[in-house]
C-alpha cells in the first residue's frame, strides 16, 4: 500500500488520542540521536572521515578509534557520521522538495476545477506509471556520482504521494458541514484553508514525510551499495557497506555498523510515525 493510502486510510478511521507510547519515545529517541549527530558532524568530534592510516586498518574499536578503522585505516565514527549527514539531508530536502509542490497541486485540483482536476491528474498518473527506481537510475547514470542527479530522482518520485492524498483529503473537506457554515458566513477560501483544511492534512502529510525520509535514505543507501549512486570515497553508508564486504570475515563488526545505522534510521521514522496524529 502507498503511503497516501496508508495516511488516508489512518485519517478516516477512529483512533485513539495522542499518547507517548514507549515505541513512539524510541522512535524520537532515536531520531534525536541521529539527527543530533548528522548536525553536528565528525568536525565537532575533531574527527576526519577521509584521513587514512594504512597501519590502523581494520582495527577493532579503542580509546583512539571508538568504532574501529576500516580498511584504509579510516575512523568507522568518522565516516558513520558523515553517512549519516548526508542521507538524512538528502532524505529532508527530498521530502521538502517534493511536498510543496505535491501539496499546491493537490489544492489546486480541488479548486481549480474540473480541468485543473483532470489535467494534474493525468500528469500525477504518467509520473506513476514510470517506476520511480527506474528515474533515478536514469539521472544518476546521465550525472554519475552526482548527489543532486540522486536528490532531483527521488523528489521527483515522491511528490504524487502528497498530490494524491491531499487531492483526496481536500475534496471530503471541502464537502463537510463546518466547510459549508464557513461558506454561508462568508469567510474566504484562506480561511478556510488556514481553519479548516490546514489542521486535517497536517497529520497525513507527516506519516507521508515520515515514509519519504525512509524512502530517501534507503534509495541512497541502496544505490551507493550496487555502485550506481556516489562513488568512494564519499563517506555513504552504502558505499561503506561495499567498501567493506570483502572484509566480512576478518572484521564482521565494520560492516555491521553502517548496517545498523540504515536500520536504526527507518526504524526510528516508522516508529515515531504517530508524530502529529490526533483523536
Known amino acids: 500500500m502507498a503511503s497516501a493510502d496508508v495516511a488516508a486510510s489512518s485519517e478516516s478511521s477512529t483512533s485513539p488520542a495522542f499518547t507517548w507510547s514507549p515505541a513512539r519515545l524510541v522512535g524520537i529517541g532515536l531520531l534525536i540521536l541521529l539527527g543530533g549527530g548528522a548536525m553536528l558532524g565528525p568536525e565537532s568530534f575533531g574527527l576526519d572521515p577521509a584521513k587514512q592510516s594504512l597501519r590502523d586498518s581494520l582495527q577493532g574499536p579503542s580509546a583512539a578509534y571508538l568504532l574501529g578503522t576500516d580498511h584504509l ?91 494524491r492524498y491531499t487531492r483526496q483529503r481536500t475534496r471530503i473537506l471541502v464537502a463537510s458541514p463546518a466547510v459549508e457554515a464557513a461558506r454561508l458566513l462568508g469567510f474566504g477560501p484562506l480561511h478556510i484553508l488556514r481553519r479548516h483544511i490546514a489542521p486535517e492534512l497536517t497529520p497525513g502529510l507527516l506519516t507521508i514525510a515520515a515514509f519519504g525520509v525512509a524512502a530517501g535514505v534507503t534509495a541512497l543507501s541502496g544505490l551507493g551499495f550496487i555502485s550506481v549512486g556516489l562513488r568512494p570515497p564519499t563517506a555513504e553508508w552504502g558505499i561503506m557497506m561495499t567498501e567493506l564486504l570483502p572484509y566480512w570475515r576478518e572484521a564482521p563488526w565494520l560492516i555491521l555498523q553502517p548496517v545498523v545505522c540504515l536500520f536504526a534510521t527507518v526504524l526510528a521514522l516508522h516508529l515515531a510515525i504517530g508524530i502529529g496524529k490526533r483523536p
Open 73 to 163: 585505516g579510516r575512523d568507522m565514527a568518522a565516516r558513520l557520521l558523515a553517512g549519516a549527514r548526508l542521507s538524512l539531508s538528502l532524505g529532508v530536502l527530498s521530502v521538502i522538495t517534493a511536498a510543496i509542490p505535491g501539496v499546491a497541486l493537490g489544492l489546486l485540483a480541488v479548486f481549480g476545477g474540473r480541468w485543473a482536476d483532470r489535467l494534474l491528474g493525468i500528469l500525477a498518473d504518467a509520473v506513476l506509471a514510470l517506476p520511480g527506481l527506474l528515474l533515478v537510475l536514469m539521472l544518476a547514470a546521465i550525472a554519475p556520482g552526482s548527489w543532486w542527479a540522486l536528490y532531483v530522482g527521488i523528489s521527483l518520485t515522491l511528490w504524487v504521494e502528497y498530490f
